[in-house]
């Protein structure tokens, strides 16, 4: 079974409007962490925003906020007035059982290809 | 500035030959990883370092192999290339677990 399951493999967005990019993740520890990265065509990753399995609120960093929602197994980016340099992919990630050390990789949704139309 | 820095690129290499590819950091991450990316997919981790110790995923091919000389630099050596090893190659740090950085990837073409 997939960890990470992002559904929507293409989205097509009016510049200046708001998006949801959504992810769901499957784990049976209590601890864990969840990523969004970006990734341009030029391939290189940039990290996005964190959200704890622990954390009350939902992380946010600027124009990008997680609506984590952990009852369903949820963590769904949200970008707010969407840019033209948005237009990438769109990884979400998630690191298992964190609490307990170590430091196990990442494993990656296949990802959501956005386009930002002018 | 770079914070994660690989080289080189982009690497063409032939099939069946020998060929290293390299990250460095300056941040003092204790901890590397190396990801394989191909075409449309997701990253999947070969393995990782915690410190010296070397952790491999049970999937990862005997053809790659690691090196980790110190904490600033780690190698991905890729024995005999085959055309199914073409892909980005990822290599990422961290010293907590709420992150993870990368650097911007080595595109690997084999002919």
């Known amino acids: 079974a997939q960890k990470i399951t992002q559904t929507q493999p293409g989205m097509f967005v009016q510049e200046k409007e708001a998006v949801t990019l959504d992810c769901t993740y499957d784990t049976s520890d209590q601890s864990y962490g969840l990523f969004w990265y970006k990734q341009p065509s030029s391939g290189e990753m940039i990290f996005l925003i964190y959200?704890?399995?622990?954390?009350?609120q939902n992380a946010t960093e600027g124009r990008y906020s997680l609506n984590f929602q952990k009852a369903r197994k949820s963590a769904n980016l949200v970008i707010s007035a969407s840019q033209l340099g948005d237009s990438a992919m769109y990884f979400c990630?998630?690191?298992?059982?964190?609490?307990?050390?170590?430091?196990?990789?990442?494993?990656f949704g296949k990802g959501t290809h956005l386009i930002i139309q002018p | 500035d770079a914070m994660v820095i690989q080289n080189p690129r982009y690497q063409v290499t032939q099939f069946g030959k020998p060929v290293t590819l390299s990250c460095s950091q300056t941040?003092?991450?204790?901890?590397m990883y190396w990801y394989q990316q191909k075409s449309s997919q997701a990253p999947k981790l070969l393995f990782h370092?915690?410190?010296?110790?070397?952790?491999n995923e049970a999937d990862t091919p005997d053809n790659f192999q690691s090196r980790r000389p110190n904490t600033s630099f780690c190698f991905l050596d890729i024995r005999s290339p085959g055309l199914g090893d073409a892909a980005m190659y990822l290599c990422?740090?961290?010293?907590?677990?709420?992150?993870?950085?990368f650097g911007q990837g080595t595109r690997l073409t084999v002919v």
């Open positions: 959200q704890g399995s622990y954390d009350e």
């Open positions: 990630a998630m690191r298992e059982d964190y609490s307990g050390g170590g430091a196990d990789g990442l494993t």
């Open positions: 990422a740090t961290s010293s907590t677990l709420t992150e993870a950085f």
């Open positions: 941040l003092n991450h204790n901890v």
């Open positions: 370092y915690y410190d010296k110790d070397f952790n």
